[in-house]
């Protein structure tokens, strides 16, 4: 039975290299692109390495809610159930950017966009056979936590600060939904994609941020193939069928991230600002 799979930020980075690493006949891809032009042209590239694969464009502007929601309306009238979802969209940027929907865009398409696009998809997830949710996080170190009391940066914004934030959010939502679904036949997991050789934060970085981001991509970063790997193994593993809520890094064993993470209270509190940002509580 073939499988349906759903890729945000496949047009460029990590994303991409998923896409073509999942390119194959026994696979329908749907690739969320932010404009028709970008999307066909990665269809044609697919095509022309892979002649055989099944692929789909959907557009939308991911820091964008109302255009996450028409994606999903596209997606629900064309398809009866979602086998894959990887949520892979990112950004990093030094300057505070506010969507025209009045949020944060870090926090819209790093973490907002996950959720909202996992959440409004879960009952297709429990039409396939095995429902699998990828988000794509980050690395996540001892301090990083998400910053309650100036969630969206209107005191005091900071790009890695933001970035951390809406990366520690992506991991306890995945813990969150997971043990929402246990008793479904969806699982859902989290993944640190390794340092990786793109384009994410170069052109939206300036200064210190720049200099980090540059060093990272000259002297430690990996390649979006050697990233995807690690995404391919938990979209396609038999062997992670039954594994859910958890974060992987490099390896195929989960491994734990920082205590705030696991902090009940904050996930309780993370669950209902998330809610009410997305007006899901409407």
Partial sequence: MEKIILITGATSGIGKAVAFGLADPNHRLILVAPNPQKGEALREEILQKHPGAQVAILTADLALQADIRQLVGAFHQAYDRLDVLINCAG???????????????????NYLSHYLLATLLTKALMQAP?????????LIPPFARIHFEDLQGNRRYNGV?????????DVMFTYELAEQLKDTKVTVNAIHPGIVRTNLGLETSEGLLQAFVQFCLRFVAISPQQSALRILRLATSPDLSLVSGHYFKGGPTPVRTNRFSYDEAARRKLLAVSQHLTRLTE
């Fill in 130 to 138: 095995q429902g699998r949710i990828i988000n794509v996080a980050s």
């Fill in 91 to 109: 950004l990093v940027s030094s300057r505070r950017v506010e969507t025209r929907e009045g949020i944060e865009q870090t926090l819209a398409v």
């Fill in 161 to 169: 600060r933001a970035y951390l934030q809406a990366k520690v959010a």
